[in-house]
């Protein structure tokens, strides 16, 4: 069965830096889409980032643009979300999800690990 499994996250202070993974097993990334979402308390599920492992695109929140990077490691299996310059506000659970193409939508994925919690401080 697909299974994916997030790593990498911490307390951070304001402007500090961590890098997240996404595991997958159960199926390869040359056919399959993989975001990252966030959920904060209180707040409804967002996307951060996707990459489409087909044709390499990868897409960004404007909220991130420029601080985070996404990239895969084909040969692992495995997703990283590199982010920088981390903010109080993007404290949250973060997941990775996988689908067959990059969706905002976090309704239309079919496979998502456990998450990850990301602290930052002020």
């Known amino acids: 069965e697909v299974q994916l499994v997030e790593s990498g996250g911490g307390l951070v202070q304001a402007g500090g830096s961590l890098r997240l993974s996404c595991a997958a097993s159960?199926?390869?990334?040359?056919?399959?889409?993989i975001g990252w979402f966030r959920q904060a308390p209180g707040k409804e599920r967002e996307g951060v980032s996707c990459?489409?492992?087909?044709?390499?695109?990868?897409y960004y929140a404007d909220s991130v643009k420029g601080r985070f990077t996404i990239s895969s490691d084909n040969a692992k299996n495995t997703v990283y979300l590199q982010m920088n310059s981390l903010k109080p506000k993007e404290t949250a659970v973060y997941y990775c999800?996988?689908?067959?193409?990059?969706?905002?939508?976090?309704?239309?994925?079919?496979?998502w690990g456990q998450g990850t919690q990301v602290t930052v401080s002020s």
């Open positions: 999800a996988e689908d067959l193409l990059c969706s905002w939508s976090w309704i239309e994925y079919n496979y």
């Open positions: 159960g199926f390869t990334f040359d056919d399959y889409a």
């Open positions: 990459i489409s492992s087909s044709d390499g695109r990868s």
